[in-house]
């Protein structure tokens, strides 16, 4: 039943995109591989370097709480049989917490990565938008699609547009 529905809205999308194109005169459609021509510029290479710069201090400092905690372990493990109630329980407490710091510290280092990521891909992201746009309204496109994203299955039909982003780029 599933399948009959998928069938009926594809076939329903398809003859509103060939009736849209009949009523507009033409219909020109393009692909691109975003991945591809990210690959290729000299920004993206920067802003991936400074977010692994960014990942590996965090890294260095979770490495740091690491070999804290270690320590504190290995010093309860090894004084535990001659430490008083009061003093174990308190070990204990020491441990736990730390162990707490180091699941949140690393659950928002993770997030922090990932807003710095965003932070630095946002202007590339948009001077690719950009580009595409401009690309598409200077050579009549309908629509450009985007290969990487793996939506579209099929585009012999299409123009690849990517040599046009590049030149619009200034990327070789």
């Known amino acids: 039943m599933k399948t009959v529905k998928k069938s009926i809205l594809l076939l329903t999308i398809a003859l509103f ?51 804290e905690y270690q320590s504190k372990v290995r010093s309860y493990q090894s004084n535990v049989g001659t430490m008083s109630d ?30 710095k990521q965003q932070e630095l891909f946002k202007p590339i992201i948009d001077k690719v938008k950009t580009a595409i746009d401009a690309v598409g309204k200077e050579n ?9 994203q793996g939506v579209v299955l099929y585009y012999a039909n299409g123009d690849d547009v990517t040599p046009l982003v590049k030149k619009k780029l200034h990327l070789k």
């Open 17 to 67: 995109i060939s009736g849209f194109g009949f009523a507009q005169g033409s219909l020109k459609i393009g692909y691109i591989n975003s991945n591809k021509l990210m690959s290729t510029m000299p920004e993206a290479d920067s802003a991936q370097a400074q977010v692994k710069a960014y990942a590996a201090g965090l890294q260095k400092q979770m490495q740091s709480m690491a070999q």
């Open 86 to 115: 009061l003093i174990r329980q308190t070990k204990e407490k020491e441990i736990s917490d730390l162990q707490q710091r180091i699941q949140a510290f690393q659950a928002s280092a993770d997030q922090d990565v990932q807003k």
């Open 140 to 148: 009549g496109y309908s629509y450009i699609l985007d290969v990487s």
